[in-house]
């Protein structure tokens, strides 16, 4: 009856088979907490940066993928919540993981390059440290991006990044700007669960929330601005991977749930 239509579950008789393992040949890979891994240089933490070098050294030794931790997003303003498996938004990536020196408004931003140079020694000490510092790390990369959004927000409309942000906001839809609304109402309201917050933040469709958003715009576009250089700097290493003959690329491990708050 063309008045109805049903939803179709297909259940194949195998599962797919990627072409590089389908001669039965047997591969391998490397997996690593991408937070726990140090480079030279590095603010820290692994980062993006890293994974790209992690993914070069296991093509060279002729490994086929590379497993990772979950990078999806925590807490900014509560860094010691730092488990991967209890994460605040399973769709979305953590900005703790971009590297400031490839941020394309470091270079145009002065208050950015400063704050860099005049935190160095500090990141020097945090990268030496055996175990990760995210209370330090969050602060002072935030303060950095923050100096380099400030820069972005300079820039004219028809710049060839601006186009690229807009473009990526747009695909991400609704779905991505009611996260970066979220981000912005706890950036104000640090550590609160949400369901503490004032009642008119509570629901993303509340007559409130459109107040929030316009007064409030500064904080929205920086939640964007991160998630746009996160993604920009995992496609780049997801690139350098293919390109270095890392057959499989990445496997990326995704928590179970995300916390309640």
Same mark, same amino acid.
């Not at 510092?133 to 820039?155: I, M, N, P, S």
């Not at 007064?215 to 929205?220: P, T």
């Given at each position: 009856d063309p008045r109805h239509t049903c939803r179709v579950v297909v259940a194949p008789a195998r599962c797919f088979v990627p072409s590089e393992i389908r001669d039965g040949g047997r591969r391998f890979g490397l997996a690593a907490h991408l937070y726990a891994l140090h480079r030279r240089g590095d603010q820290g933490i692994g980062d993006f940066t890293t994974l790209s070098a992690l993914a070069e050294v296991t093509a060279r030794a002729g490994g086929s993928i590379v497993g990772i931790n979950p990078l999806h997003?925590?807490?900014?303003?509560?860094?010691?919540?730092?488990?991967?498996?209890?994460?605040?938004?399973? +769709? $979305?990536?953590?900005?703790?993981?971009?590297? !400031?020196? =490839?941020?394309?408004?470091? #270079? &145009?931003?002065? *208050?950015?390059?400063?704050?860099?140079?005049?935190?160095?020694?500090?990141?020097?000490?945090?990268?030496?440290?055996?175990?990760?510092?995210?209370?330090?790390?969050?602060?002072?990369?935030?303060?950095?991006?923050?100096?380099?959004?400030?820069?972005?927000?300079?820039?004219?409309?028809?710049?060839?990044?601006?186009?690229?942000?807009? +473009? $990526?906001?747009?695909?991400?839809?609704?779905? !991505?700007? =009611?996260?970066?609304?979220? #981000? &912005?109402?706890? *950036?104000?309201?640090?550590?609160?669960?949400?369901?503490?917050?004032?009642?008119?933040?509570?629901?993303?469709?509340?007559?409130?929330?459109?107040?929030?958003a316009d007064a409030h715009a500064h904080l929205v576009r920086f939640a964007l601005y991160q998630q746009w250089l996160a993604d920009r700097q995992l496609a780049a290493a997801a690139r350098h991977a293919r390109e270095r003959g890392l057959a499989l690329g990445f496997f990326r491990d995704l928590a179970v749930g995300a916390a309640p708050d």
């Amino acid at each position: 009856d063309p008045r109805h239509t049903c939803r179709v579950v297909v259940a194949p008789a195998r599962c797919f088979v990627p072409s590089e393992i389908r001669d039965g040949g047997r591969r391998f890979g490397l997996a690593a907490h991408l937070y726990a891994l140090h480079r030279r240089g590095d603010q820290g933490i692994g980062d993006f940066t890293t994974l790209s070098a992690l993914a070069e050294v296991t093509a060279r030794a002729g490994g086929s993928i590379v497993g990772i931790n979950p990078l999806h997003m925590l807490f900014p303003d509560d860094r010691e919540r730092a488990s991967p498996y209890h994460p605040s938004d399973r +769709r $979305f990536l953590d900005p703790l993981y971009i590297d !400031l020196d =490839r941020v394309p408004d470091l #270079e &145009a931003s002065e *208050a950015a390059r400063a704050l860099l140079a005049q935190n160095g020694p500090r990141f020097a000490a945090l990268s030496a440290r055996t175990s990760v510092d995210y209370t330090a790390v969050g602060h002072l990369k935030r303060a950095v991006l923050r100096a380099c959004f400030g820069r972005f927000e300079l820039r004219a409309a028809d710049e060839p990044l601006v186009a690229e942000f807009d +473009r $990526f906001v747009l695909s991400g839809g609704a779905t !991505l700007r =009611r996260f970066a609304l979220f #981000e &912005a109402i706890a *950036a104000l309201h640090p550590r609160v669960p949400w369901h503490e917050w004032p009642r008119p933040l509570r629901e993303p469709d509340a007559p409130g929330i459109a107040d929030f958003a316009d007064a409030h715009a500064h904080l929205v576009r920086f939640a964007l601005y991160q998630q746009w250089l996160a993604d920009r700097q995992l496609a780049a290493a997801a690139r350098h991977a293919r390109e270095r003959g890392l057959a499989l690329g990445f496997f990326r491990d995704l928590a179970v749930g995300a916390a309640p708050d």
